[in-house]
């Protein structure tokens, strides 16, 4: 498969912290990469050099051939609102709104009209388990379904890649795995790729790959 997403020889020091010693990384239209290592090892930090939330020191970061990571930072975020979708540990939905409305986000910050984005929203919760979660606000649900109105916010405007940092984290083993089969199937419907940061084995196998980072390197 071609790449569609690329990292070459990445490197990235915090102060006297060197965080990434080279580190690589390809996925595919419809692959799901999960990036393995210790605690400290830079998966976080590659992945956030990935996804243009943060600028490598050296190396290129490349979406579909095109060089992203020297691309000035208003660019950037409007790379990452179009193109990537985002799962973390804990969801990181708004408190204040209710689950279609958190769901909606990427769609109203891109300028879509409101009525079509909850309307969007709505079909995507319930695509994922959650017809009655609409109008019920974060502290409402429990942690598996907060973690799958994050599932659609981060898939609702089909991105080209999904980053997932422990997107099972905070979960039971079975809302993890709810979560993991919900993402995969998404993933391969769309020809979405995915990069899995996770220390743990039972989420690891749910991805076509996966990669160590030890040390800064992979």
């Not at 990292?7 to 010693?21: I, N, P």
């Not at 090892?41 to 290129?60: H, M, N, Q, V």
């Not at 990537?84 to 958190?102: D, R």
Request: glycine share 10%; net charge positive; proline share 6%.
């Amino acid at each position: 498969m071609a790449p569609l997403l690329t990292g070459v020889d990445l490197h990235k020091a915090f102060g006297r912290t060197r965080a990434l010693r080279g580190a690589g990384l390809t996925v595919a239209a419809g692959e799901i990469v999960a990036v393995i290592g210790p605690s400290g090892s830079g998966k976080s930090t590659l992945l956030r050099c990935l996804a243009a939330i943060i600028a490598p020191d050296a190396g290129e970061v490349r979406l579909d051939g095109r060089r992203i990571d020297d691309l000035p930072d208003r660019t950037r975020t409007g790379l990452r609102r179009s193109e990537f979708g985002f799962v973390f540990p804990f969801g990181q939905l708004v408190p204040e709104l209710p689950a279609a409305e958190n769901v909606a986000l990427p769609l109203l910050l891109a300028g879509a009209p409101r009525r079509r984005s909850l309307a969007a929203a709505r079909d995507w919760l319930t695509r994922l388990g959650l017809p009655d979660a609409a109008d019920r606000r974060p502290a409402d649900l429990s942690g598996g379904e907060a973690q799958r109105v994050a599932l659609a916010r981060a898939l609702i405007a089909r991105p080209r890649v999904v980053f997932a940092d422990e997107p099972t984290g905070a979960l039971d083993s079975v809302a993890a795995d709810q979560v993991m089969d919900l993402l995969v199937d998404a993933a391969r419907a769309q020809r979405t790729g995915v990069v899995l940061v996770t220390h743990e084995p039972r989420v690891s196998a749910y991805a076509d790959r996966t990669v160590l980072v030890r040390d800064g390197a992979a």
